[in-house]
């Protein structure tokens, strides 16, 4: 059940990671990134209604596109900047850069470049859970391009045959790179994959924060019963190309600006809250005011922080072997 705190927790993260988002295309429009980004302005929703019912003892495996997942699932702006900026101060010393972000204290398993790389890691997270014999689940954070690898496959069939406590989210944002869904994939919801596997599965609307959070909390309680994993299907839309640098031929501006205009994930929750009474109009102005104000302290931060020491480039590269 969606409370006012969490409602704002979530419309909170939202602008947070909105926010992240459009300054990290600044950064890199002024060639102060290292690198290439791949943006999930569009997809804030999902993110955030997930990652409101999540401890840090939850899991969370992410994708190339997983700036949001990391900022829903705490953490700090002004590091995770840095860390894209290449800055000593980042999660991980400046060397993940966009694609590789992790934070283990908050159960962030870590980013991964490769398509459909995060899936199995998310299985093994549930493995460790149902082996300590812990009250926490694993999420896999994928694309729908992710569905049609076997990584995908292989991964769920062993969640299910072991019923491991893992939900698997699949973010459909229409494109697998450049590739449209409906030319790649075989089903019309790719939650339908889910009775190949004797699993539950469900398709909700990625944009409305508050289905993707009754989905969640569905998927959640069947995986705490034991009952094993469940494919999560977000339809939503990233607003951006698939990375900084896609000219993007294979869609027209009109089908993207109607996205923005008509299926803003924000404004839609926002419209909620106020529909609903659970919040005022003066409020959620004040969560996108300071969420704006806390981005500019992370700029600020960041371009700040100092270069890596090309002394240490070789640390945490080699094991080294310890007496017992």
């Known amino acids: 059940m969606l409370d006012k705190k969490t409602c704002l927790w979530i419309y909170t993260k939202m602008w947070e990671i909105r926010d992240f988002e459009e300054t990290a295309w600044t950064l890199f429009t002024e060639n102060k990134l290292r690198g290439s980004v791949h943006l999930y302005t569009g997809e804030e929703a999902v993110a955030a209604a997930v990652c409101s019912q999540l401890s840090d003892d939850d899991y969370i495996a992410s994708t190339h596109r997983g700036h949001g997942h990391c900022i829903a699932k705490g953490a ?33 398993l870590g980013a991964n470049a490769i398509v459909g790389g995060g899936i199995p890691i998310a299985v093994g997270g549930g493995l460790a859970i149902k082996m300590q014999n812990r009250q926490n689940v694993s999420v896999a954070f994928f694309g729908d391009g992710a569905s049609n690898q076997g990584t995908f496959h292989e991964a769920i069939n062993l969640a299910a045959v072991w019923k491991l406590p893992v939900i698997f989210i699949c973010e459909n944002n229409q494109y697998g790179m450049t590739v449209p869904v409906w030319q790649s994939t075989s089903v019309e919801n790719i939650s339908d994959r889910a009775a190949g596997y004797g699993i539950s599965g469900e398709t909700v609307d990625g944009n409305d924060a508050a289905a993707v959070f009754d989905a969640f909390a569905r998927a959640k309680m069947r995986a705490l019963s034991g009952e094993g994993p469940t494919i999560l299907e977000c339809k939503t839309y990233r607003w951006r190309g698939h990375w900084t640098g896609d000219p993007e031929p294979y869609r027209t501006r009109k089908e993207v600006e109607d996205w923005k205009q008509n299926k803003d994930p924000i404004v839609r929750f926002r419209s909620y809250l106020l529909e609903h009474e659970i919040a005022a109009a003066e409020e959620l102005d004040e969560i996108q005011t300071k969420a704006a104000g806390k981005m500019a302290e992370a700029v600020t931060f960041a371009l700040n922080s100092p270069e890596p020491d090309p002394a240490h480039v070789l640390d945490d590269v080699f094991y080294e072997k310890q007496e017992v």
């Not at 590091?79 to 159960?107: P, Q, V």
Request: charged share 25%; proline share 0%; hydrophobic share 35%.
């Open 76 to 108: 700090q702006l002004d590091r995770a900047l840095a860390e894209l900026m290449g800055k000593a101060t980042g999660y991980c010393k400046g060397r993940s850069g966009s694609m590789h972000i992790a934070d283990f204290s908050k159960g962030n």
